[in-house]
């Protein structure tokens, strides 16, 4: 199999087929979703919550991605991998890059950062230093103190336009994909529509180019109740590598995220 390429990536949003992800922490269950054809895999900084059992992502290190990083990497056969920068690991853009390159040497082919216009300039360095960045906008799991909670973000007409005027600015900035985080399935539609670049949703509508899911969520083994977008694949007496492929089958056909995992404004 090809790897997969952000040119790849690039060409399914023109044609309009639609890509998966899955969050991925490890070698065995890479080396699975690559069985399945799980195009692109997010070492999320999610591991903080899923792996080490921490009550949000804010514990997660730069030691700890570049960890689960190498080791997704070395059971990755094609799929385009995409890091997440940890808490207050980009915070200047001269130490995004020292924690960007950290992460690529590791075996990222793409770091992903939460936060809008504020980060403009870290993603032209990054961008101009040959680094690909996937911007993060909506609900930003790192700002949950501040956001009062894991909330539905972008709800009124002013919050979707910022977020949409921020995205602009990112990508004129250099971000190679927007991803979208708990936001109305209308303004998934608005963005992906508005946006060159590949859009990834997770409760963000049907209608952007990528999905999104945390692998332990798919498989319905949570710790607490899901969150209103997470199916659990992992059922008619599938194996675990079925309930890859079921996913992959339900994001290519339009059925997952059906109107029940999604957000009104
Ligand atoms: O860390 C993570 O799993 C993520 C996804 C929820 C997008 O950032
Ligand atoms: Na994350």
Known sequence: TRPITLSKLQR???????FTCLTCYDATFTHAMNQAGVETILVGDSLGMVVQG??????????????HTAAVKRGNSHAFILTDMPFMSYSSPNQALDNAAKLMQAGANMVKLE???WLADTVRLLSERGIPVCSHLGLTP???HKLGGYKVQGQDQAAADLILKESLELVEAGADILLYECIPAALGKILTDAISAPVIGIGAGADTDGQVLVMHDMLGINIGRPARFVKNFLTNGRTIEQAFSAYVEEVKNGSFPASEHTFDA
């Open 115 to 117: 936060g809008g216009s």
């Open 142 to 144: 790192q700002a949950v």
């Open 12 to 18: 399914m949003k023109q044609d309009g087929e639609k």
């Open 54 to 67: 921490q009550d949000s992502t804010l514990p997660v290190s730069i030691d700890d991605m570049c960890y």
